[in-house]
T-cell receptor
Framework: NAGVTQTPKFQVLKTGQSMTLQCAQD?????MSWYRQDPGMGLRLIHY???????DQGEVPNGYNVSRSTTEDFPLRLLSAAPSQTSVYFC?????????????FGQGTRLTVV | GENVEQHPSTLSVQEGDSAVIKCTYS??????FPWYKQELGKRPQLIID???NVGEKKDQRIAVTLNKTAKHFSLHITETQPEDSAVYFC???????????WGAGTKLIIKP
């Protein structure tokens, strides 16, 4: 049981490049989400999904796309990277359809855009 | 929308003393209030949570209290130990959506 797995752990992009951050969970969780973490700002929700085929925007969705074709996978795509997207990104999942229970986080991806 | 404020941003306490971190929120319909601990370079992990039908919850040295009238909740850590050094985040789940709103975090430093 691996839990929530994120790849890559570190990434450097040039401005304008695109890339996909991968997130997979093997716990059959319905709810998955992506956060970014910046110093002094806590965690901010980018996008979330309440089940396969359903996604919705969070607090800071601009510049990011997601899809949820399977229960296990929830990739985050950066369309055209900008320095403002330099951050640590966390994927998380919860076992029920709602969020009022423990969220399990991946190990994080530290992204630098130059 | 929901707004969560967390204080203090940094807290330094002597080993063995107690630590208290407070969060206030704005949406009176909020119904779920977790606390997460994040060690340096690691992922956040849930340490305790409370739901709106409960005023206090305790788990060994950690407790959370909720005042729904005043719209604030607090994390209490007693008999602090060096391994308690970390950043602590509160979060709030609004009553009408699936989004957790997070506080900015408190860096807890335990002095030997």
């Amino acid at each position: 049981n691996a839990g929530v797995t994120q790849t890559p752990k570190f990434q450097v992009l040039k401005t304008g490049q695109s890339m996909t951050l991968q997130c997979a969970q093997d716990m059959n969780h319905e709810y998955m989400s992506w956060y970014r973490q910046d110093p002094g700002m806590g965690l901010r929700l980018i996008h979330y999904s309440v089940g396969a085929g359903i996604t919705d925007q969070g607090e800071v969705p601009n510049g990011y796309n997601v899809s949820r074709s399977t229960t296990e996978d929830f990739p985050l795509r950066l369309l055209s990277a900008a320095p403002s997207q330099t951050s640590v990104y966390f994927c998380a999942s919860t076992p029920q359809g709602a969020v009022n229970t423990e969220a399990f986080f991946g190990q994080g991806t530290r992204l630098t855009v130059v | 929308g929901e707004n969560v404020e967390q204080h203090p941003s940094t807290l330094s306490v002597q080993e063995g003393d107690s630590a208290v971190i407070k969060c206030t929120y704005s949406d009176s319909a909020s119904n779920y209030f977790p606390w997460y601990k994040q060690e340096l370079g690691k992922r956040p992990q849930l340490i305790i949570d409370i739901r709106s039908n409960v005023g206090e919850k305790k788990d060994q040295r950690i407790a959370v209290t909720l005042n729904k009238t005043a719209k604030h909740f607090s994390l209490h850590i007693t008999e602090t130990q060096p391994e308690d050094s970390a950043v602590y985040f509160c979060a709030v789940l609004g009553g009408s959506n699936y989004q957790l709103i997070w506080g900015a975090g408190t860096k807890l430093i335990i002095k030997p």
